[in-house]
T-cell receptor, first 111, second 117 residues
Framework: GENVEQHPSTLSVQEGDSAVIKCTYSDSASNYFPWYKQELGKGPQLIIDIRSNVGEKKDQRIAVTLNKTAKHFSLHITETQPEDSAVYFCAASSNDYKLSFGAGTTVTVRA | GAGVSQSPSNKVTEKGKDVELRCDPISGHTALYWYRQSLGQGLEFLIYFQGNSAPDKSGLPSDRFSAERTGGSVSTLTIQRTQQEDSAVYLC???????????????FGPGTRLTVT
């Protein structure tokens, strides 16, 4: 089955700086890569996703890049704000519904 | 509108007891998913329901786990003869479109925290 590895497990950044989270996947058939943000006591919420026919996608301060050859994808958050503090999960899927998640990255934005 | 709701929010049970966890998906969503999130870990896929199709049960960890979805809406995850390793947060999600139609976003509920003592 699919194996998704995520790094780093924790990330502390100064407000205004950028944050980068990296994930690798094992199944070359995977073609859908969503990123979820989970705040304390809540369920994960989709923040951005990318399909395998696209190399990069942006949404305001958030961007995701995908390298299918190397089987890795990354989340970039620019101009970080305190409300960006949360746990971020990457995921991969080859059939659109069965998501394999990374272990998560706890992001702390220091004011 | 109302999001995915789950009940109870917390459940403490003794080892060996059966538990039932409930999920109310967003109205009109055709697909429903159950995940398990152990402390400090990512989400582990358990089961997927899509309309009237046979569910994908490939993620259920043992035959003590079962789930049903009645009337294409509410779902119940049942764990029989609970063990301490079953302690985790159980998350439910729903989505509107079937896979292949271009919409993949899964909307998650807040989860049920299960503690087996």
């Amino acid at each position: 089955g699919e194996n998704v590895e995520q790094h780093p497990s924790t990330l502390s950044v100064q407000e205004g700086d950028s944050a980068v989270i990296k994930c690798t996947y094992s199944d070359s058939a995977s073609n859908y890569f969503p990123w979820y943000k989970q705040e304390l006591g809540k369920g994960p919420q989709l923040i951005i996703d990318i399909r395998s026919n696209v190399g990069e996608k942006k949404d305001q301060r958030i961007a995701v890049t995908l390298n299918k050859t190397a089987k890795h994808f990354s989340l970039h958050i620019t101009e970080t704000q305190p409300e960006d503090s949360a746990v971020y999960f990457c995921a991969a899927s080859s059939n659109d519904y069965k998501l394999s998640f990374g272990a998560g990255t706890t992001v702390t934005v220091r004011a | 509108g109302a999001g995915v709701s789950q009940s109870p929010s917390n459940k403490v049970t003794e080892k060996g007891k059966d538990v039932e966890l409930r999920c109310d998906p967003i109205s009109g969503h055709t697909a429903l998913y159950w995940y398990r999130q152990s402390l400090g870990q990512g989400l582990e896929f358990l089961i997927y329901f899509q309309g009237n199709s046979a569910p994908d049960k490939s993620g259920l960890p043992s035959d003590r786990f079962s789930a049903e979805r009645t009337g294409g809406s509410v779902s119940t995850l049942t764990i029989q003869r609970t063990q301490q390793e079953d302690s985790a947060v159980y998350l439910c999600a729903s989505s509107f479109h079937a896979p292949g139609t271009g919409s993949y976003e899964q909307y998650f509920g807040p989860g049920t925290r299960l503690t087996v003592t």
